[in-house]
Nanobody
Framework: QLQLVESGGGLVQPGGSLRLSCTASGFRLEHYAIGWFRQAPGKERGGVAYISSSGDRTVYADSVKGRFTISRDNAKNTVTLQMNSLNPEDTAVYYC?????????????????WGQGTQVTVSS
């Protein structure tokens, strides 16, 4: 079965950090660009961070620049999103997606594979 699984979400206080992981089963992530997306209640899903298949290119949403870092370890078949200086506006369900074509992922928010999501709640 081909699937992506997100982990690492939870409840954190404002200013805190979380580390999300996206792991693939049944296929190798190294062939795909990976994106992290999030959807807050009542809002559309939006892109957060993207990384190319080789890891040499990354793109961040303006709202997370300087606070979030996306990285990948192809040997471990995992992509990580390190989130620092979290604030309540970061509260959302976070999803990872894998896509062969960079433009599809970044420009059109399309992915061939999607995870089920992990909840991140930032609250005091």
């Amino acid at each position: 079965q081909l699937q992506l699984v997100e982990s690492g979400g939870g409840l954190v206080q404002p200013g805190g950090s979380l580390r999300l992981s996206c792991t693939a089963s049944g296929f190798r992530l190294e062939h795909y660009a990976i994106g992290w997306f999030r959807q807050a209640p009542g809002k559309e899903r939006g892109g957060v961070a993207y990384i190319s298949s080789s890891g040499d290119r990354t793109v961040y949403a303006d709202s997370v620049k300087g606070r979030f870092t996306i990285s990948r370890d192809n040997a471990k078949n995992t992509v990580t999103l390190q989130m620092n200086s979290l604030n309540p506006e970061d509260t959302a369900v976070y999803y990872c997606a894998a896509e062969t074509f960079w433009e599809n992922l970044v420009a059109e928010l399309r992915g061939e594979f999607w995870g089920q999501g992990t909840q991140v709640t930032v609250s005091s």
